[in-house]
C-alpha cells in the first residue's frame, strides 16, 4: 500500500479527471430547451442559427430525466471523492502535534535509533568474533588433515 502523501495525491488526480469529466458529460448531454422554455426571441433580433455540432458530442442530448440521474450521480461521486480527500488529510501524521512536539519526537527517535545502532555493532562484532574462532577451529582440524594426506607426522 501507499504511503498516506501518494494516496493524497492519487485522490486529487482522480478528483480532477472527475470534475473534468462531469463538466464534459454537463456541456455535452444537456437537454435542449424546448421552444415554450427558451426565452423569447425579440423581432429586431435575426434568426439564430443552430450551434456547430461537435464531433465528439452525441448526436442527441439526454433526457431531462436521464440527465437529472446521471448529474446527481456525478455529484454524489464527487462528494465521496472529497470526503476520501478529507479523510486523507484528518489521517495525516502530525496533523494534531504542534511543531515543538514533532521536534521532540524526532529527537526521541534519533536516541532510539543511536542505541540500536549501538547495540548493531556490539552484535556484530561478537559475531566477528565468533566467525575468527570457528575459522581458528576449522583451521585447526583442516591443517591436522593435510598434514595426515601428505604423509607428514
Known amino acids: 500500500m501507499a504511503d498516506k502523501l501518494t494516496q493524497l495525491q492519487d485522490c486529487?488526480?482522480?478528483?480532477?479527471?472527475?470534475?473534468?469529466?462531469?463538466?464534459?458529460?454537463?456541456?455535452?448531454?444537456?437537454?435542449?430547451?424546448s421552444p415554450s422554455q427558451s426565452t423569447a426571441t425579440t423581432a429586431a433580433s435575426p434568426p439564430s442559427q443552430p450551434p456547430p455540432q461537435n464531433p465528439h458530442s452525441p448526436?442527441?442530448?439526454?433526457?431531462?430525466t436521464t440527465f437529472s440521474l446521471s448529474t446527481k450521480e456525478l455529484a454524489h461521486d464527487l462528494v465521496l471523492?472529497?470526503?476520501?480527500?478529507?479523510?486523507?488529510?484528518?489521517?495525516?501524521?502530525?496533523?494534531?502535534?504542534s511543531e515543538v512536539q514533532q521536534e521532540a519526537r524526532i529527537k526521541a527517535?534519533?536516541?532510539?535509533l543511536r542505541v540500536a545502532e549501538r547495540e548493531r555493532r556490539e552484535v556484530v562484532g561478537v559475531k566477528?568474533?565468533?566467525?575468527?574462532?570457528?575459522?581458528g577451529v576449522i583451521g585447526?582440524?583442516?591443517?591436522?588433515?593435510?598434514?595426515?594426506?601428505?604423509?607428514?607426522?
Not at 128 to 135: F, G, I
Not at 140 to 153: F, I, M, S, T
Request: avoid cysteine; charged fraction near 30%.
Open 12 to 33: 486529487l488526480d482522480q478528483l480532477s479527471t472527475q470534475l473534468y469529466a462531469s463538466l464534459r458529460y454537463i456541456t455535452t448531454h444537456h437537454p435542449t430547451p
Open 59 to 64: 448526436s442527441r442530448p439526454d433526457t431531462p
Open 81 to 97: 471523492k472529497t470526503q476520501q480527500i478529507e479523510y486523507l488529510v484528518r489521517t495525516l501524521p502530525g496533523i494534531e502535534t
Open 109 to 112: 527517535l534519533e536516541e532510539e
Open 128 to 135: 566477528e568474533e565468533l566467525v575468527r574462532r570457528v575459522e
Open 140 to 153: 585447526a582440524l583442516g591443517g591436522g588433515r593435510e598434514e595426515r594426506e601428505v604423509g607428514v607426522p
